[in-house]
């Protein structure tokens, strides 16, 4: 595969960057301020590391103006580096070309409805009323079943499953081993013994959502589990039957998420914290990692609950501390 190359002039141009040196240098990769060489662009968003204009080997930086000022080589200046480097570096990604079309190998239903356009990877299936859309990509290995819709330019990397009624919008990227569509933990006790309750909803999945490697999302009791969109998703992540993420939303890697509870918009969940169910939790809202949040949160903020780890001694003697509150009368 060919190495993109692009002038520090074209990307200002594509990206509305301010431009400050020579716009006819090439750029054939991204790299950090202490890997980059003559012929990579680097980037500083964090002043941490300010320290390392001075060594760096980058042939030109993402920066803002204010650290532009110590830096006397060429420059793409903005006001977040981070989100601006993101998109540059995206050029850079290698990405494998498929063609159109169903692999020799692949297993669709007779009632199934795949587009011109779209790829079905090898020894993929696709289930009964399904229907792939135009520009889609179904790796290798992934098993949709049935009455799942997989939106225009959607890509299942490989080992997707979508168990049944599973709507994914547009242009939504989901990596392998993740499952949607499973049942919900649906259970009734009678007379000592566990009924199962049918989960007879779906998955919605809305537009540009990312879901991580072995993430699940149980379809709903009666109505749908709902993503909305520009949801990103991290791996080992578990989100049951009945919830609502509000757009724009992130969650780190290994958060739970219990059944019938709505998240808002603009919020971040961190690694491993876990929610209960049936609460809502407002929009901007960062949820610390490791957190665990058993309670409506209202109003906009950062909350956490995690207590960090300490020597196992100390940890001993402020929990008997913690067990002798209850005890001491109230003075």
Not at 158 to 167: E, I, K, S, Y
């Amino acid at each position: 595969m060919d190495t993109p190359t692009f002038t520090l002039g074209e990307l200002a141009q594509r990206f509305g960057l301010e431009l400050r040196g020579d716009a006819s240098r090439a750029i054939t990769g991204v790299a950090t301020l202490a890997s980059a060489n003559a012929n990579q662009l680097g980037f500083l968003a964090n002043p941490r590391y300010r320290r390392e204009l001075a060594a760096t080997r980058a042939g030109a930086l993402v920066l803002r103006a204010d650290a532009a000022a110590g830096w006397a080589g060429d420059a793409l200046v903005v006001r977040d580096p981070y989100a601006s480097f993101a998109r540059i570096a995206a050029l850079f990604e290698p990405r494998e070309p498929f063609a159109p079309g169903v692999h020799p190998s692949a297993v669709i239903a007779p009632d199934a409805v795949i587009d011109p356009d779209a790829h079905v990877g090898a020894h993929a299936s696709v289930g009964a009323r399904s229907r792939v859309l135009r520009g889609a990509r179904i790796g290798p290995g992934c098993a949709i079943g049935a009455d799942c819709v997989v939106g225009e330019e959607c890509e299942l990397v490989a080992r997707v499953t979508l168990v049944t009624r599973v709507r994914l919008g547009a242009r939504v990227r989901i990596h392998p081993g993740a499952v949607l569509g499973a049942d919900g933990f649906g259970l009734a006790m009678h007379e000592g013994r566990w009924i199962k309750v049918p989960q007879l909803g779906g998955v919605r999945i809305g537009d540009d959502c990312e879901i991580g490697a072995n993430t699940t999302i149980d379809r709903g009791a009666l109505e749908d589990t709902v993503l909305e969109e520009d949801v990103r998703l991290d791996n080992q992540i578990q989100i049951a039957h009945n919830v609502i993420i509000g757009a724009h939303t992130a969650m780190a890697g290994c958060v739970a998420v219990a059944g019938s509870s709505r998240i808002g918009r603009y919020c971040l969940i961190g690694g491993a914290a876990g929610i209960a169910g049936h609460i809502e939790i407002a929009d901007r809202v960062t949820v610390q990692a490791m957190s665990f949040v058993t309670r409506s949160i209202t109003a906009p903020g950062v909350y956490g609950s995690a207590v960090p780890a300490r020597d196992a001694r100390a940890w001993t003697r402020t929990l008997a501390r913690l067990n002798r509150l209850d005890r001491t009368p109230a003075g």
